[in-house]
């Protein structure tokens, strides 16, 4: 019978590296966030699990092959092509809706579901565990944005608006953003003609304040005749 258990300590090592690339994709994540774009910090940590996970099996996972006499042949081709195949399976559960993009996080899921079977179909059965482990650990507080919000103070403000061309709708603009506090305002304009004009603001608010409100504050002025607002920016 051939041994695929590794020491103790081996694993740890395995386990640290899992743990340091859930640090750094948490990092990345995390200015994500703050930009309010649709792969936050939840995916971005379950795609660098995954693929620490990924590389500690294309390493380590296929020692015990290769320690046979007479072997002749690429013990991790097939796993190669799991990685392939799983991509594309993952790219299906991502929907684009309204400018809106869900199902980022589940095909980081579906992805690092894989790196997890191949783990463990690989006999590494200590790291798959713990990684499952982590993973839910992940999924589990990072469901909803609560946490983010802790931990984001300010956050990106991104709206479209589209507005009667009059020479006062500039200033009256930037003066309804600011009484509705949004910070560091900077005001694009996209399209203009003699009887309308389209602008891109960004901007920063606050975490706790209501984005719907601002944006039904600056629907009241009369002038202004459309607002697009999407999460993440445009």
Not at 32 to 60: D, E, P
Not at 87 to 116: D, M, Y
Not at 190 to 210: A, C, H, P, Q, T
């Amino acid at each position: 019978m051939i041994h695929t258990l590794a020491p103790i300590t081996t694993e740890l090592d395995w386990l640290l590296r899992i743990i340091v690339a859930a640090f750094c994709g948490a990092l990345i994540g995390y200015e994500r966030a703050i930009q309010r774009k649709s792969a936050g910090m939840r995916t971005h940590i379950v795609v660098a699990i995954a693929a620490a996970l990924f590389m500690i099996v294309s390493k380590y996972g296929f020692i015990d092959v290769l320690g046979m006499h007479n072997i002749s042949l690429d013990p991790s081709r097939i796993a190669a092509q799991i990685v392939t195949g799983i991509s594309f399976i993952g790219a299906g559960t991502i929907l684009i809706r309204k400018e809106q993009v869900s199902g980022l996080t589940t095909a980081a899921g579906i992805w690092a579901t894989a790196a997890i079977g191949m783990a463990v179909g690989g006999g590494m059965y200590f790291i798959g565990i713990l990684s499952t482990v982590l993973l839910f650990f992940i999924q589990t507080i990072f469901h909803d944005d609560l946490l983010i919000s802790k931990i984001t103070p300010h956050i990106r403000f991104n709206i479209q608006i589209v507005a009667i061309n009059q020479h006062h709708i500039l200033s009256k603009i930037k003066q309804e953003l600011a009484d509705n506090h949004v910070e560091n305002v900077t005001v694009k304009i996209l399209d203009v003609s003699d009887d309308r004009v389209v602008f891109y603001v960004d901007g920063i608010i606050n975490n706790k304040m209501d984005e719907n409100s601002i944006v039904m504050n600056l629907r009241k002025y009369p002038d202004i005749t459309r607002i697009s607002y999407t999460r993440g920016g445009m």
